[in-house]
């Protein structure tokens, strides 16, 4: 059965946040079964529930913009209401992790793999404080090129991640490090904060990392969240005068 398209929002932040790509994959399954939200299955020997999701989020990141489509029965969809639906799934997710807003997305919709350009990251940071930090961005910025050491596979390359550093911004100090935020393109590669952290001059440390905004650039240079929210779950993101 062809189902239609329902595209979720959700956050993820607590201890949750060191489940991997994969067991949050499993919690999603659980939790729209617990909501019995009648999602479509594939054909085969194995069937699988058509759930697809977005980047996946570094182990021990959280988040305020994860993202996951979902094939669900026709007959089903045309009576939703996204807004009780998304009370539902959060009472069927672990504690950390909250629905944030649901729609449905036309079935030409490309998929989050693909679609999504770049990602705004609220980094919390060790070795500097905003003034150093402030100095060590800036020629970062000015600079031509920005290197890191990568593994794959087993090999190791050095990799020139600049054109894909589109901003920095250092917010200022925190109790124990100082703040940044930072726009970080996903494609050909996506660029790590702990990467971009690295690639500094002096190089700070990584203490946290927050998905703030995942975004989708048109060719036209339109740019626009996969699904919007009005309010998010940060929770302490001031920072410290």
Same mark, same amino acid.
């Given at each position: 059965m062809t189902g239609s398209r329902i595209r979720l929002r959700f956050?993820?932040?607590g201890k949750?946040?060191?489940?991997?790509?994969?067991?949050?994959?499993?919690?999603?399954?659980?939790?729209?079964?617990?909501?019995a939200v009648p999602v479509v299955y594939s054909a085969g020997f194995s069937p699988r529930p058509r759930i697809a999701f977005g980047l996946a989020l570094p182990t021990g990141y959280s988040s305020d913009a994860e993202y996951l489509d979902a094939e669900i029965d026709p007959a089903w969809m045309a009576g939703i209401d996204n807004e009780r639906?998304?009370?539902? @799934?959060? %009472? !069927? =997710?672990?504690?950390?992790?909250?629905? #944030?807003a649901a729609a449905g997305i036309a079935s030409g919709e490309p998929s989050l793999q693909h679609a999504v350009t770049s990602c705004t990251w609220r980094i919390d940071a060790a070795?500097?404080?905003?003034?150093?930090?402030?100095?060590?961005?800036?020629?970062?910025?000015?600079?031509?090129?920005?290197?890191?050491q990568r593994e794959r596979?087993?090999?190791v390359t050095i990799d020139d991640i600049r054109p894909a550093v589109h901003a920095v911004e250092v917010q200022g100090n925190i109790t124990d490090g100082v703040?940044?935020?930072?726009?970080?393109?996903?494609?050909?590669?996506?660029?790590?904060?702990?990467? @971009?952290? %690295? !690639? =500094?001059?002096?190089?700070?440390?990584? #203490?946290?990392?927050c998905r703030l905004h995942q975004w989708i650039t048109t060719d036209a240079g339109e740019r626009s969240e996969p699904l919007a929210v009005s309010e998010l779950s940060v929770v302490g993101a001031g920072v410290e005068p």
């Open positions: 956050s993820k932040h949750v946040r060191f489940t991997s790509h994969r067991d949050v994959a499993r919690i999603w399954e659980r939790s729209l079964r617990r909501a639906l998304v009370g539902a @799934l959060t %009472a !069927s =997710l672990p504690t950390g992790m909250t629905a #944030l070795g500097a404080d905003a003034t150093e930090a402030s100095d060590a961005v800036s020629r970062a910025m000015d600079g031509s090129e920005l290197l890191v596979k087993g090999r703040r940044l935020i930072a726009e970080l393109a996903t494609q050909p590669r996506a660029v790590r904060p702990a990467e @971009l952290l %690295a !690639s =500094l001059r002096p190089p700070l440390s990584l #203490l946290r990392a």
